[in-house]
């Protein structure tokens, strides 16, 4: 249930801008030459964009590009932020996710075409399996996620807003799979193909750590479902955003459709001091030395959840680092100071690699002739839509029973769950004019993510039965 830039400039782990330099203030600084002003492009000036860029297409079309790390970097940041700052360029498209959509397929549609160099296409693929680029960056969103999470918000208010958000995500689980075993399309193969997916809240903790999953259920490779799993991700985006700016409208209208319908941005129907979000900004910055802490924190619970897996393999690693952080956090075993320290790298990371994570998904796992084939499948899109509209709808009804305004709780937790996290909540929260409602997607997607993951592990053995 996760993350991927906007034109808004709010970050947070999950969330991607362009750049950490997106802004183009440099354009206005007298003493930068007149040459290297104006936009950034993956943090770079224009210029120098296309100086890095062109070293690299060389290096691929003369078969000299190295495969190695920083070859992977170069290229997937070059393509992903060339393609952000496209999306971005669009209006209207922009807030219907288009800079995710670019980075997720323009690359498998040039590779497809044979536009793509091979080379670099082996060298992202190389960058993506065997450097651990994939478990660099999702292990970096699940800590950064969980231990960013105020604990006081999870013990106090974590009970109410547990109601809609884990209900929301066991109904829709379950009418979604029996929805699917009518349809003939399986009960399993609904909840897991489509419905988790999609109520991951993001890509980095969905649709990539899910296809790792199924592949090792199945024995079989990761691109052979990652093509269905983004397909259904971004579609669902789509239509979250849709639905906001539909109750968007009806929150407009004066009268209330039923009693507690409409808070107009307020969430609770009741008002209590000691449950109130923490609305301060976060963290403009951070010290190197609170960067390196924050790595070797994330790599630590990746290697602890390794272990736990190798020794109880009835769950996958990344469900025992989910397990380990929250218990960490829960348990209050890091300082105050480390613990932001994890939320600044998971930030600063997920701001400047989340671009470059979707191109090398793009290139390594996805097939465009599976795409065509899932979004050109009526059940698909019938499940999809299923999926949104069961979310905010089952989300607003039982909000609504603890005291929560019904449109508020559909929206979030409801859409929240459903869009792909970071810039698909500004997108949803932009569209159905409710913006100060950020503080609660956060949580939405931090805490519903890792739950949404940590059942996938539990039904993802069942994949292999059901194909």
């Known amino acids: 249930m996760s993350s991927i830039p906007d034109s808004a400039s709010t970050t947070r782990p999950g969330d991607a801008s362009e750049s950490p330099s997106h802004s183009d203030s440099?354009?206005?600084?007298?003493?930068?030459?007149?040459?290297?002003?104006?936009?950034?492009?993956?943090?770079?000036?224009?210029?120098?964009?296309?100086?890095?860029?062109?070293?690299?297409?060389?290096?691929?079309?003369?078969?000299?590009l190295p495969s190695s790390l920083l070859s992977g970097f170069a290229i997937t940041m070059l393509c992903g932020g060339l393609l952000m700052w496209l999306g971005q360029r669009v209006p209207v498209l922009r807030d219907f996710g288009l800079p995710t959509i670019l980075c997720t397929f323009v690359p498998a549609i040039l590779l497809f075409a044979g536009f793509f160099p091979q080379i670099a296409a082996d060298v992202v693929?190389?960058?993506?399996?065997?450097?651990?680029?994939?478990?660099?960056?999702?292990?970096?969103?699940?800590?950064?996620?969980?231990?960013?999470?105020?604990?006081?918000?999870?013990?106090?208010?974590?009970?109410?807003?547990?109601?809609?958000?884990?209900?929301?995500?066991?109904?829709?689980?379950?009418?979604?799979?029996?929805?699917?075993?009518?349809?003939?399309?399986?009960f399993v193969r609904?909840?897991?193909?489509?419905?988790?997916?999609?109520?991951?809240?993001?890509?980095?903790?969905?649709?990539?750590?899910?296809?790792?999953?199924?592949?090792?259920?199945?024995?079989?490779?990761?691109?052979?479902?990652?093509?269905?799993?983004?397909?259904?991700?971004?579609?669902?985006n789509i239509l979250c955003i849709l639905v906001a700016g539909i109750y968007n409208g009806l929150g407009k209208r004066e009268r209330q459709l039923f009693?507690?319908?409409n808070g107009h941005g307020q969430l609770m129907r009741i008002q209590r001091r000691d449950i109130q979000i923490d609305t301060r900004p976060a963290r403009d910055g951070a010290t190197f030395v609170a960067l390196g802490q924050g790595l070797l924190i994330a790599a630590v619970l990746f290697v602890f959840g390794q272990l736990l897996g190798g020794m109880l393999p009835f769950l996958h690693p990344y469900a025992w680092t989910i397990i380990v952080a929250a218990i960490v956090k829960i348990a209050g075993l890091l300082p105050k100071q480390l613990e932001e320290s994890s939320t600044c790298w998971g930030e600063m990371a997920t701001?400047?690699?989340?671009?470059?994570?979707?191109?090398?998904v793009s290139v390594t796992y996805i097939d465009i002739g599976d795409v065509l084939a899932a979004v050109s499948d009526p059940m698909f899109l019938v499940l999809t839509a299923a999926t949104v509209i069961v979310a905010t709808l089952t989300s607003g009804l039982l909000g609504w029973l603890v005291k929560f305004y019904f449109v508020e709780a559909a929206i979030t937790p409801g859409l929240v769950m459903?869009?792909?996290?970071?810039?698909?909540?500004?997108?949803?929260?932009?569209?159905?004019?409710?913006?100060?409602?950020?503080?609660?997607?956060?949580?939405?997607?931090?805490?519903?993510?890792?739950?949404?993951?940590?059942?996938?592990?539990?039904?993802?053995?069942?994949?292999a039965a059901a194909i």
Do not use: W
Request: a neutral charge; glycine letters at 12%.
């Open 26 to 64: 440099a354009a206005a600084d007298e003493s930068t030459p007149r040459l290297l002003r104006g936009p950034r492009l993956a943090g770079l000036p224009p210029l120098l964009f296309l100086c890095a860029a062109a070293i690299v297409l060389i290096a691929a079309l003369t078969d000299n």
């Open 125 to 186: 693929a190389g960058f993506v399996e065997d450097s651990g680029f994939l478990d660099f960056l999702v292990i970096t969103i699940i800590a950064g996620s969980i231990l960013g999470m105020p604990r006081t918000l999870l013990l106090k208010a974590g009970p109410r807003f547990a109601v809609p958000l884990l209900g929301c995500l066991a109904l829709t689980f379950f009418l979604v799979g029996a929805l699917g075993a009518a349809l003939k399309f399986g």
């Open 190 to 236: 609904g909840i897991l193909f489509i419905a988790a997916p999609i109520m991951a809240g993001g890509l980095g903790i969905g649709a990539v750590p899910m296809s790792q999953m199924y592949a090792g259920a199945t024995a079989g490779n990761a691109d052979a479902f990652m093509g269905q799993l983004m397909s259904a991700v971004v579609v669902a």
């Open 259 to 261: 009693v507690g319908f």
């Open 351 to 360: 701001t400047l690699f989340v671009p470059a994570l979707l191109v090398a």
């Open 418 to 463: 459903a869009d792909t996290g970071g810039s698909g909540d500004v997108s949803v929260l932009s569209a159905a004019d409710r913006m100060h409602l950020m503080p609660f997607a956060a949580l939405t997607n931090r805490l519903g993510g890792a739950v949404v993951l940590f059942v996938t592990s539990l039904i993802a053995p069942l994949l």
